[in-house]
């Protein structure tokens, strides 16, 4: 028996040898005169309910009460379950809510929607009966052959939200749902997130009927649809016949633009945008006009990017759900009042205004680095708060999906109490957790917590959910920090030893940070916390550092550390390949770089040195790249001193998910004095093709033996994005690394 284990069983025993005279006796010395009942014909949720609440009071006590049906009932000592003429309490629960009661020697326990009953099982199993489920492991049960209800029970309970999820890896396992009273997408959904393309696919018809498509920069493309299209409505309208008819159970359908731009500008969207304010007018009354058509069904859409705002004449008529993405806004302050929120909170006050059917899509972690600690931990109660107060009546909370990602377990868990009563106590729900998932170690963990969140206040850091662990190495993340942090995990590791169990739980808390002193690694290089020795050799203890983490993550049930990034595996392989890499002596090594146009500094951590410090980018442009954004890259290079060249050569990196293009033309220049340069070689460079994948583009320049000290590499940027990537508000980026002189 672990630690916990004991101590919930001795909390029984103790609130046992306690008991006032009207205290229910449900076990006795591991028998039981009870019996469960439930309707003469009840539903799958009563049913389920009843096999629950059995299977758990067995595990606890050894008795099994026997399961009957109310015309088989004889007046013995029962726990009534769901809607029987015996019931007791208020005569209607709201939503998925449920009510508990006790009445002399008898128990009710009742549901109101859904799984309503299922959910007050457990709220008994959890509070009455010492059982647990923190996360997606089995739950612990205390041994005891004595099982005790309070007498004169009398609770009542109903969800804020009518759609309660929170996205991370506890909730694939379905017991972890009811027990928290979550939803899934997957069970509520016919049609879900952005639909457009599964409802006019661009491979059927955009060969043949470009006119179904968007209309952009004088173009058809397959970007988005043609919402003034009849064609395109009457689609649209047979898919939902057929899919409806073949899901009739699903509760939403979700009618909503592909992720990205390219809103439909033909006239007839464009007259429609207009009288609305923008793109959203166009959307909300292509999805009304599909919900007139099936009345009894309830359809969602996007609020997000170019349809955030809320129309200014059309309201989403009453089956209609809009659901609004906190996707701008910043990490580190509430959302009620960040300056990053201000958006979204006129947006989300604008769509309160004009329909009572709001959801929210909230996220909770770092998409482009899922185990980067990413401490919002103390703003996920504010923010659940903040859209009760204004009508929200779902939330889905995106976090890492079933990959493990920073503290999955804590935010599945107190995002699940909140989403429940976004009032509930914090004191009490952290310390539930906390001491129930880590054991003794839970109070180290809390402090590791706090000690992350304290510094990201005091160093004014910002919380990017597609930020960096490198870009916050000068604030919450910086060694110095890293190592106090490491610390408190020491602590955590030292109290959990013995059990196994805790101690690979305190491991898995402690991933965030090993993996932040490798990514950082990578842009430290030869410095004191790179992974490069001085004379550009790899560190002796780093290869097996590497391993030792990708077997960790393996452990912990990671399957890919950024949203659609690399899996544990292929990880290891980038490492292998970076580590393999032949240290090239470049004369222009540790140069001072002089530059025209601005870096742009969130994404060049090393700023102009990033050219010089002797290390390449790979295909990730937060790592090694020196970002210049909607201007040429003029870089001058300083030498210190005259040396003879014989070729220069640098990296531009094509990504164009992310805006980043390769130069129209690149053209390097040598000089002996820094003021009369001569031209060593001009590149003009192939546009862009729609097909080209991400890739890293080499560029040499022969320089015959000269001799220089200064070198000047000048790359245009394309002036406008190619059509198929044109973006309202974005313009070309550019990349460039280590400029290489040998």
Not at 73 to 92: L, M, R
């Amino acid at each position: 028996m672990n630690s916990f284990l004991l101590t919930m069983t001795m909390m029984l025993h103790s609130a046992c040898s306690q008991q006032s005279a009207a205290d229910i006796n449900l076990v006795q010395q591991g028998s039981s005169s009870y019996s469960i009942v439930i309707p003469a014909s009840p539903t799958k949720a009563e049913d389920r309910a009843a096999v629950i609440l059995q299977q758990y009071v067995q595990q606890i006590s050894g008795a099994k009460l026997p399961v009957i049906r109310e015309n088989s009932y004889k007046d013995q000592p029962a726990v009534f379950i769901g809607s029987t003429a015996h019931s007791s309490g208020p005569e209607k629960i709201a939503g998925e809510g449920f009510h508990i009661g006790t009445a002399g020697r008898q128990v009710f326990i009742r549901g109101g929607s859904g799984k309503g009953v299922v959910y007050g099982v457990y709220y008994l199993l959890e509070t009455y009966m010492g059982c647990r489920k923190d996360a997606g492991v089995p739950a612990v049960v205390p041994a005891s052959k004595q099982v005790r209800i309070p007498g004169g029970l009398a609770v009542t309970q109903s969800p804020a939200f009518v759609y309660r999820e929170t996205y991370y890896p506890p909730s694939l396992d379905p017991e972890y749902l009811e027990w928290h009273g979550l939803h899934r997408f997957e069970d509520l959904w016919g049609l879900w997130g952005h639909s457009f393309f599964k409802l006019v696919p661009p491979k059927t018809y955009f060969a043949t009927h470009p006119e179904y498509f968007s209309l952009v920069n004088g173009k058809r493309q397959p970007m988005q649809l043609c919402l003034s299209n009849e064609k395109v409505y009457e689609l649209a309208v047979a898919y939902f016949k057929k899919a409806i008819a073949d899901n009739p159970d699903a509760m939403y359908w979700s009618v909503a633009p592909e992720d990205g731009g390219g809103a439909c500008t033909c006239d007839d969207c464009k007259k429609a945008d207009a009288a609305e304010g923008g793109p959203q007018g166009s959307l909300i009354r292509f999805v009304n006009k599909i919900a007139a058509q099936f009345p009894e069904q309830q359809f969602t859409t996007l609020a997000y990017g170019y349809t955030a705002k809320a129309p200014l004449k059309t309201k989403p008529t009453r089956n209609v759900f809009i659901m609004l993405s906190t996707i701008d806004a910043y990490r580190q302050e509430p959302l009620a009042a960040a300056a990053s929120a201000a958006g979204f909170r006129k947006n989300l006050e604008d769509w309160e205004a004009v329909t009572q059917n709001l959801f929210i899509w909230d996220y909770t972690t770092q998409f482009t680095n899922y185990l980067a600690p990413f401490p919002d931990y103390d703003n996920l109660q504010s923010n659940l708060q903040y859209f009760a107060k204004h009508h929200v009546k779902g939330v889905f909370s995106q976090g890492s999906g079933e990959t493990y990602s920073d503290m999955a377990e804590y935010n599945s868990f107190v995002q699940a109490q909140l989403l429940w009563n976004p009032n509930a106590d914090m004191t009490k729900v952290n310390s539930s957790f906390l001491n129930g998932y880590y054991g003794k170690a839970g109070p180290w963990i809390g402090k590791y917590m706090q000690a992350l969140s304290a510094a990201v206040k005091s160093t004014h850091a910002v919380l990017d959910i597609y930020g960096n662990p490198v870009f916050n190495a000068k604030d919450y993340l910086s060694p110095a920090r890293i190592d106090e942090y490491s610390a408190l995990l020491d602590k955590a590791e030292a109290t959990a030893e013995g059990d196994t169990a805790f101690l690979q739980r305190v491991y898995r808390a402690r991933l965030p940070l090993e993996y932040t002193v490798l990514q950082q690694s990578r842009v430290y290089g030869t410095g004191r916390y790179g992974y490069l020795q001085p004379d550009g050799s790899v560190s002796a203890k780093w290869p097996a550092r590497i391993k030792k983490f990708v077997a960790a993550c393996k452990a912990a049930g990671v399957t890919e550390l950024a949203e659609g990034g690399l899996s544990p595996d292929a990880y290891q392989q980038e490492w292998d390949e970076l580590l393999a890499r032949k240290w090239v002596k470049s004369l222009a090594f540790g140069a001072k770089v002089t530059l025209v146009n601005p870096y742009t500094p969130e994404y060049s951590p090393m700023k102009e040195q990033t050219l010089t410090d002797g290390l390449t980018g790979g295909k990730d442009f937060s790592y090694n790249w020196l970002f210049t954004y909607g201007k040429d890259m003029i870089a001058t290079i300083d030498m210190g001193s005259s040396k003879r060249i014989g070729q220069i050569s640098l990296n531009f990196l094509l990504d164009p998910r992310h805006y980043i293009f390769l130069p129209e033309r690149i053209t390097v220049e040598v000089s002996a004095d820094g003021s009369n340069y001569t031209v060593a070689g001009t590149q003009p460079v192939a546009p862009p093709q729609e097909d080209d994948a991400l890739q890293i583009r080499h560029f040499n320049f022969a320089v015959s033996g000269e001799n220089a000290r200064y070198i000047r590499v000048s790359a245009v940027c394309p002036g406008t994005l190619p059509d198929w990537r044109a973006t309202p508000g974005k313009k070309a980026a550019l990349c460039c690394d280590e400029v290489t002189v040998e």
